[in-house]
């Protein structure tokens, strides 16, 4: 019932067919039933969305849609928990930015998603809440970090979501679960109210079911906002503008380092069919290098530990949520609250944060990993003197399995290195679904453009999904 998208909703609310408040009760009930079995959401408050549906004004672009946000993302007076322990008993006390623009445009924020504990991980099993099933892929993970918003969506329990993406969390569960994600320019959406993990990368963006729910959220959320010093002030545009244009001329960038060995038959086969299709479309496909693609993951883990390793200081114990009962002193109580607050992932990269920026090791790694950052910038920089838009996986895998004891976290980690990039360089990146055999577990493809070329990049993205159709 839920497998309609924003536009499928706009029209039947706004010609009657169903009310506002009929689709909170739609969407509660579809969370009551499936959500046992899934555990895409941490929490639902209905009667809040119900007050909201009372108010919804369907003359907004948004008009009576509910949205399901992340649990890293604050919203008023509903916990927001990041999924660890640490935040158990926290309730934002107000609205991130990205929420309060979509209440403003008409859209009732509804639901808490599940993800990776502050949104460290990739598959979705690091919740301190317990990991969220893949829908269109039973037993195996539904990728991460943003795995509840993603199984949401493809779970039929939401209509749309948010989620955040610092190294592909947007992109990556999208791709796993068979839904469309984009990860905007950094600075195109605030962080205000964004839990930070690693700041100078962490970026906000939809979710959806199709190319056109995505736009249609960034012409809500994106914008300059005084309450994000890092937010651009780049004018924003009509997202949609470009979609149902074609796409004839437009170069293409196939850079030789994706085409690698390493990547599983479907993800090579998904990348030949897209290339098949934008060919079909009058596209050109042009070959490029990005010849430090083989740094990104090492340049951000150790960026986004450093930055994780600072950000996390803040919970200590004292000023939010959680504190370890039967401490004896100050310095007791801080470690106490972290030893048993923090889960193993959280604590793996804050240790390897403070490390990379203790003063015998900062140049070696950190200062190193940032010269890094630069040449990825250049790389990107060079090829899109070149290209329009770059093409690649999203993942060298479709969602691996769930609780895979084989997996060390290094493996884990590699699997980043066509998501990375674009967080390292601040680029916008949209992963959307290929067309896969019956049964088959999904696949998506990303596709990269230069930054603020959004309304680019989705007008070639709707053109793809078309021609997958
Ligand atoms: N998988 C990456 C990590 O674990 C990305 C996470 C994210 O984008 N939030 O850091």
């Known amino acids: 019932m839920l497998n309609g998208t924003i536009s499928h909703w706009r029209q039947q609310l706004t010609g009657g067919a169903i009310s506002p408040a009929e689709l909170v009760e739609e969407i509660a009930r579809a969370m009551e039933e499936r959500n046992p079995g899934i555990n895409a959401y941490l929490s639902w408050d209905k009667e809040a969305a119900l007050a909201a549906a009372a108010r919804a004004d369907l003359s907004k672009p948004l008009g009576g849609i509910p949205i399901a946000v992340k649990d890293n993302i604050a919203m ?33 924020p509804f639901g808490r998603t599940n993800m990776d504990e502050f949104a460290m991980g990739s598959y979705g099993e690091n919740s301190a809440f317990g990991e969220t099933q893949n829908p269109a892929a039973p037993g195996h993970v539904p990728g991460g970090s943003s795995s509840g918003s993603a199984a949401a969506v493809a779970g039929g329990m939401a209509i749309a979501a948010l989620g955040s993406d610092t190294g592909g969390s947007i992109r990556q569960p999208a791709s796993h679960c068979g839904v469309v994600g984009i990860k905007p320019t950094y600075g195109r959406v605030s962080r205000y109210g964004l839990v930070a993990f690693a700041s100078s990368l962490d970026q906000i963006g ?43 001329g437009l170069r293409i960038g ?65 000023r939010y949520g959680y504190r370890a009962a039967g401490t004896n002193g100050l310095d007791d109580l801080y470690s106490k609250t972290r ?26 790694y950190y200062a190193k990993a940032q010269k890094v950052r630069s040449l990825v910038a250049g790389d990107f920089a060079a090829a899109f003197e070149k290209v329009d838009l770059i093409l690649g996986p999203v993942a060298p895998t479709s969602a691996p399995k769930l609780h895979d004891a084989s997996m060390t976290p290094l493996q884990t980690y590699l699997a980043d290195i066509y998501t990375i990039p674009a967080n390292l360089a601040g680029l916008p990146g949209i992963s959307i679904p290929t067309p896969v055999a019956e049964g088959a577990h999904p696949v998506g493809i990303q596709l990269l453009a230069p930054h603020f070329a959004e309304t680019r990049l989705l007008q070639a993205a709707a053109a793809l999904e078309k021609a997958f159709q």
């Open 339 to 364: 030893e048993t607050g923090f889960g193993p992932e959280v604590k793996r990269r804050i240790i390897l944060g403070t490390y990379v920026l203790s003063s015998g090791f900062y140049d070696a």
């Open 254 to 318: 196939l850079p030789q380092e994706y085409l690698s060995s390493g990547n599983s038959p479907a993800v090579a086969a998904a990348l030949e069919q897209s290339i098949r299709k934008l060919t079909d479309l009058g596209a050109e496909i042009v070959e490029i290098s990005l010849p430090h693609a083989e740094a990104v993951v090492a340049a951000y883990y150790i960026i986004a530990c450093a930055e994780a390793s600072s950000n996390l200081s803040r919970f200590d114990g004292i």
């Open 206 to 248: 939809p979710i959806t079911q199709n190319v056109e729910d995505a736009a249609t959220i960034l012409n809500a959320i994106c914008g300059h906002d005084a309450k994000d010093s890092t937010s651009s002030t780049e004018p924003t545009e009509d997202f949609t503008a470009g979609l149902g244009k074609d796409i004839k």
């Open 76 to 108: 008023l007076g509903q916990p927001t928990r990041c999924a660890s322990r640490m935040l158990e008993n926290f309730v934002s006390p107000y609205d991130a930015t990205a929420v309060t623009r979509l209440t403003a445009a008409g859209a009732i």
